[in-house]
């Protein structure tokens, strides 16, 4: 038997959702919330004469309401022992807009009360008794008017209510913030599971009876998160179930593809805190070492950006840092490094006898050697940025990314891979010191010559032994 109370679900989307959980979910139990009474028992009454036959009962519940909040999960812990589902439909709006200060404040306060501090209640409430229950499930009941990307792309009408867009996506934060805390929740291994549903524009008495589908249509969001199989939709999602498909709605700021053509979104990783592309590889790395004992002073070297990215993450971590630099290095590339505080040993002319140098240091001083590019945590790091590249568009047809050792790429797209099969990543080497794109151009490290070049940072040989080994 699964227990499934919906709030306000006397009439509108609410009794259509117990309507359409009573017909397809049979051997659920289904418990109309309604703040009076009566009105539960009517509609319990009106789903048995449509000839449905599945446990059906109505509990008090007010949900601006603490007392009948606390005494329906009493009478649902007597009743029933447990909760399955919740789902939390109920709805009260006041659309006007006095121009009176006060009174304007006091409608937005309640319009909020009802549509997100009650709900938030009503959950938290709930909670201990939806904990025995074998897979605890909560669904919001969202709109659309909630999502900040359809909003922003201006894909919805004009607005009728402030309140209720601003309340609805209250609701969805609300949301996504329930379950980041629950999958966080060490302590619990029966994790709620909690999604949003968008039921679509619907002829119920909330809008006059104006929507453009039956409630029964609306209610099918909801049908296909229940009838979903533990673990195949993810929980803090937002779904609907629009024009016969259904879908994932956008809760953040993503913009369209056809702005995105239009703006060539540019990541400009150079204007960043580091100012360096490198600070997410090493603060990965750099972080583990840091609760490691026995690793206390880190060494490394590299001719790239990178270092002010490892000086970066150490100087944030509090970790000692000392790298080895070229003789020829930049003088404003020192000086950036030595901003961070760190030791910088300079040596050599090339990059292999740096490297050979810093190892050396390492052996001796007892220093723990962070490898420049081929260490599964320096990729790992490297893959937030596919994350913030992907972020802002739904989708990237290409991706250009500058090649030494072959981290950045690799950790970019192991990334965006698995999100966008379609997406191409270029590797960009330095036409005067191209270890790795010769070596890739005949599948094994090859010796290249190496020239000078403006493309420092990309420049030099690269670790035959490291790049051939799997590190995934
Ligand atoms: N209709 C749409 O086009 C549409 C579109 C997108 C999202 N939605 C969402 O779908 C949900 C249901 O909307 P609806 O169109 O079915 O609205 P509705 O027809 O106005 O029904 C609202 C229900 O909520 C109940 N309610 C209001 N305040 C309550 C409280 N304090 N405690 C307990 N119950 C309370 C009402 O009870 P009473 O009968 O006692 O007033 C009623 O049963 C809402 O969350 C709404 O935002 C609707």
């Known amino acids: 038997m699964t227990v499934v109370l919906i709030t306000g679900a006397n009439r509108g989307i609410g009794f259509a959702i117990a309507q359409a959980i009573s017909v397809s979910l049979p051997t659920s139990t289904v418990v109309i919330g309604s703040r009076d009474i009566s009105l539960g028992e009517d509609a319990v009454r009106r789903l048995q004469m449509g000839g449905v036959a599945t446990a059906l ?9 603490d007392a009948s909040i606390a005494t329906a999960a009493n009478i649902m812990e007597e009743r029933f022992g447990k909760l399955d589902i919740l789902i939390n439909n109920a709805i009260r709006l006041d659309t006007s807009y006095p121009t009176e200060m006060e009174a304007s404040r006091e409608i937005s306060n309640s319009n909020f009360n009802n549509a997100v501090t009650s709900n938030n209640i009503v959950t938290r409430t709930f909670t201990a ?3 025995k229950a074998p897979w605890p499930r909560v669904i919001m009941i969202s709109s659309t008017r909630g999502s900040i990307q359809r909003t922003v792309n201006r894909e919805l009408p004009p607005v009728v209510s402030f309140d209720y867009c601003i309340t609805k996506t209250a609701l969805n934060m609300l949301t996504v913030q329930l379950q980041a805390a629950e999958d966080g929740n060490a302590e619990s291994d029966n994790k709620i599971t909690y999604w949003l549903a968008s039921p679509g524009y619907c002829k119920t008495g909330f809008n006059g009876f104006k929507g453009h589908k039956d409630p029964l249509e609306c209610a099918e969001v909801v049908l296909r998160l229940l009838k979903s199989n533990r673990g195949e939709i993810r929980g803090g999602t937002f779904w609907e179930f629009e024009k016969g498909h259904f879908r994932e709605v956008p809760c953040s700021i993503k913009k369209s593809r056809k702005q995105c053509n239009t703006q060539n979104p540019l990541q400009t990783r150079g204007l960043s805190y580091s100012r360096a ?29 990178h270092r002010i990215g490892a000086a970066y993450a150490a100087q944030t971590l509090s970790k000692p840092l000392t790298v080895v630099r070229l003789e020829t290095v ?6 950036k490094i030595q901003i961070y505080g760190i030791d910088v040993v300079l040596y050599g002319s090339e990059t292999g006898l740096a490297e050979q140098h810093a190892q050396r240091l390492a052996k001796s001083q007892g220093y723990t050697y962070i490898l420049p590019y081929n260490d599964p945590d320096v990729i790992a790091g490297q893959g937030t940025i596919g994350l913030e590249i992907m ?3 739904e989708q990237v047809d290409s991706i250009f990314v500058s090649m030494g050792g072959g981290g950045l790429i690799c950790g970019i797209e192991a990334v965006v891979k698995p999100f966008s099969p379609r997406t191409k990543a270029y590797g960009i080497a330095a036409t005067n010191s191209k270890a790795l794109g010769d070596s890739m ?8 010559k190496h020239q000078h070049t403006l493309a420092d940072a990309m420049a030099g040989d690269i670790d035959v032994e490291c790049n051939e080994k799997d590190i995934w």
């Open 129 to 131: 008794l939806l904990r």
């Open 277 to 305: 592309i490198q600070a997410q590889r090493h603060s990965v790395q750099v972080s583990k070492l840091s609760v490691q004992p026995g690793h206390r002073q880190l060494i490394r070297t590299s001719t790239g950006n």
């Open 391 to 393: 972020g802002p568009c």
């Open 57 to 65: 009962y109505t509990v008090p519940l007010d949900i601006e309401n």
């Open 330 to 335: 930049v003088p404003e590339k020192l000086e």
């Open 441 to 448: 151009a005949v599948g094994r490290v090859v010796e290249t």
